[in-house]
């Protein structure tokens, strides 16, 4: 992860909440006198706020309660048969008519970038006459075929790309087991630093001048804190490598940086034009979050001395 993301879901909530809680008051009407509908009926009206409602940190508990109730023998296997049906993400993430669906949700996020990468814009198009449409891959932060009762729980949705979602990185890795950073959750722990390839080599006075060619310098991560889950993240998302395409950028935009003090008073006392630290990173500082590499490139712009630390 390298954004958080916890407020994403804010005008959505509303509709959500009144959606889920149809489904839920549906689901329970399917249950039959069964000992096992009886458990699971039970299990639902005991969780039912946490699981239409409840926060990201709210979640795990209501796990470890499943977890309780249903082990890991044939009764969970039936129990999530069961929950399935209730709580049905299939039928909620096509498309159809339906007047709330993934897609109406998506329209609504307050962030269009994957927060497990933030390498990738993850816009959203309803369908129509004209469009197809579009919406990004929502992944379950605790998956819904371990944890089928959160299968439609807004808390446990984050939007994301189609390749952190995907076989190759999170897959079916599960989050509850082998913990990583949450963006519904957990505070930014990962920054960007532009070093030197070789820093035994390589002085701080040429990383800082920027006088090696462009070849010299690489992109890394560094973890301020949290550091299990944050590496857990960078090695699931392959993030160090994926950033490493980007040195080149982030070289050009260090040296645009270096020097931003004195070029937005020469623009300002020699060509009377006003320019501003936005015009270059291309958004707004505190917009980071909105724009792909946007976290990268106010570290940058941190390091290099063009905003303060």
Request: charged share 25%.
């Amino acid at each position: 992860m390298i954004i958080n993301i916890s407020d994403v879901w804010d005008a959505a909530a509303d509709n959500h909440t009144k959606y889920l809680a149809e489904v839920i008051e549906s689901g329970l009407k399917l249950l039959s006198n069964s000992t096992l509908d009886r458990q699971i009926y039970q299990f639902i009206i005991d969780n039912i706020e946490t699981i239409n409602g409840g926060t990201a940190s709210d979640l795990k508990l209501c796990i470890n309660d499943y977890n309780l109730r249903f082990g890991s023998s044939l009764l969970r296997a039936c129990a999530a048969e069961k929950l399935k049906i209730i709580f049905d993400y299939s039928d909620f993430s096509k498309k159809s008519g339906k007047p709330w669906t993934a897609y109406n949700l998506c329209m609504l996020a307050k962030y269009q970038v994957c927060s497990y990468c933030q390498l990738v814009f993850t816009g959203t198009c309803l369908p129509d006459e004209e469009n197809q449409g579009y919406r990004p891959p929502i992944d379950h932060y605790y998956g819904k075929a371990e944890y089928p009762f959160l299968a439609l729980t807004l808390s446990n949705f984050v939007p994301c790309c189609e390749k952190c979602n995907g076989s190759q990185m999170k897959g079916m890795i599960d989050f509850s087991e082998i913990p990583h950073l949450n963006p519904l959750l957990d505070e930014e722990t990962i920054d960007f630093v532009l070093t030197p390839q070789n820093p035994d080599n390589d002085s701080f006075t040429e990383l800082i001048s920027l006088s090696l060619p462009k070849s010299s310098y690489l992109l890394t991560l560094r973890v301020k804190k949290n550091e299990a889950l944050s590496k857990a993240s960078i090695r699931t998302f392959q993030l160090k490598s994926r950033y490493k395409d980007y040195s080149g950028q982030a070289y050009h935009l260090a040296k645009v940086m270096r020097g931003m003090s004195a070029r937005l008073d020469m623009h300002r006392e020699i060509l009377e034009c006003e320019t501003s630290i936005e015009d270059y990173l291309e958004f707004e500082p505190e917009d980071y979050k909105t724009v792909p590499y946007g976290k990268a490139r106010i570290c940058i712009a941190k390091q290099f001395g063009a905003l303060p630390d």
